[in-house]
Each structure stands twice: as C-alpha cells, then as structure tokens.
C-alpha cells in the first residue's frame, strides 16, 4: 500500500517552461512534505519543504504547493532549465523523521 | 565541510554471502538513516539510529539485516545469506537531531548491491 505516490514516471519540458511535478499521497496524519532531487550516482539532495499550515512555499525557480483536502502537493520550477533534469522525489515525514518517498518522477528539459 | 560518504560504492557478491556496507554521516549528526531503493522506485526506510541506538528498525525486511552504530557515528548496515532480491542501491542519511520537522536530512551516494 503505496502510501505516497508519483503517478507520472517521466515528464519533457521545454528550456524556459514551466515543469509541474504532481504527488499525492494518503495518510492524512502526514504534516510535513519534502521534494528531493537526484542525479545518477549520488544520493537524493533536499529542494524544497512545506508544513501542512501552509498551501504554499517559494523558494527561487522553486515553489510546492499543497492541497490538504485533496492530499495532493505538486512542484513547479519556472523557469525550467537543462541543469533541472533529474528524478525528483516527493516525501512525507512521518515519526522519527522517517521519510515515506513516492516513485520519483523524471524530469527532462530539453535546450 | 564533507558530507555523508558511504563504502563501497559497488559491491558484487554471490548469493549466500555475508556484505557489510558501512555509512560515515556529517559530523556532529545524531540521526542517522538507512534505505533501500529498488530500480525504479523510491527510497524506502530501513532502520533509524538516534545516537548509538537503533530507536525504530521496523524496515528491516526480516532478520538477515541487522545495523549498527557503535559509537554514535559511522554505522555498519549487514546483511546475512543475501539473496538475489537484496539487490539494490542502499542510502545512508544524517541529520542533526532527527526529531524536528525542519531537520533536513543529507544522504550519502549509496552502495550499489548486486546478488548475483
């Protein structure tokens, strides 16, 4: 039981676009949710947070939103560039700071 | 200053052996992680260290796995009898205290494990 899901495997966006990654998730308890970013080859790296006190957080090129009522948050990067291809992860922290991961979600920007 | 390094890299072994993959977190980081991700999908939690202690290992598949963290820093991630579904990239993470929501946690660039 996927408790945090990604239902788009792959997206292709122009350079210079908008790319909007989409997540959503189930277990209403979840109050925190996190985006990852990886390259192949090393390790997932932290983008970008948001509490779910908020429905929105900017950071840049970066901002998350999050619809509590739909369980649902999405990520969109505006503009988009070359350097923003990668898996991206959308998480939620549970106890601990335990992180429950969706499937991950690839980004292709192309030039 | 350096971040989370994890030993090997790669690591080919045949089915029944015993791996041990070892995790150097941050400096000063109390929390430590361990995950397995599979190809094609995304991280899942293995084990949680808070200091030398393992406070929730409820990840562990079964009990050949098993981690330790000796002296509340580097950890040892052990695997017993491997089989060919162990197969998968393992990823450490640190971060400072663990408990806290805002505590952003660092990963290492995973040891990639083949049974073959």
């Known amino acids: 039981d996927q408790q945090v899901k990604q239902n788009s495997p792959s997206l292709s966006v122009q350079e210079g676009r908008i790319s909007i990654l989409n997540c959503d998730y189930t277990n209403s308890m979840f109050d925190y949710f996190l985006w990852y970013k990886k390259y192949p080859a090393e390790g997932p790296t932290f983008l970008i947070s948001?509490?779910?006190?908020?429905d929105k957080n900017e950071d840049g090129r970066f901002t998350v939103f999050l619809n509590k009522s739909a369980k649902h948050l999405s990520l969109h990067i505006v503009p988009s560039q070359p350097g923003d291809s990668a898996v991206y992860f959308c998480?939620?922290?549970?106890?601990?700071?335990?992180?429950?991961f969706g499937g991950g979600t690839r980004l292709m920007v192309k030039p | 200053g350096a971040g989370v390094s994890q030993t090997p890299s790669n690591k080919v072994t045949e089915k029944g052996k015993y791996v041990e993959l070892r995790c150097d977190p941050i400096?000063?980081?109390?929390?430590l992680y361990w995950y397995r991700q599979s190809l094609g999908q995304g991280p899942e939690f293995l084990i949680y260290f808070q200091g030398t202690g393992a406070a929730d290992d409820s990840g562990l598949p079964n009990d050949r796995f098993f981690a330790v963290r000796p002296e509340g820093s580097v950890s040892t991630l052990k695997i017993q009898r491997t089989e060919r579904g162990d197969s998968a990239v393992y990823l450490c993470?640190?971060?400072?205290?663990?408990?806290?929501?805002?505590?952003?946690?660092?990963f290492g660039p995973g040891t990639r494990l083949t049974v073959l």
């Open positions: 400096s000063g980081h109390t929390a």
């Open positions: 948001i509490s779910s006190i908020k």
């Open positions: 993470a640190s971060s400072l205290s663990g408990g806290a929501r805002e505590d952003t946690q660092y």
């Open positions: 998480a939620a922290k549970g106890a601990w700071g335990m992180l429950t």
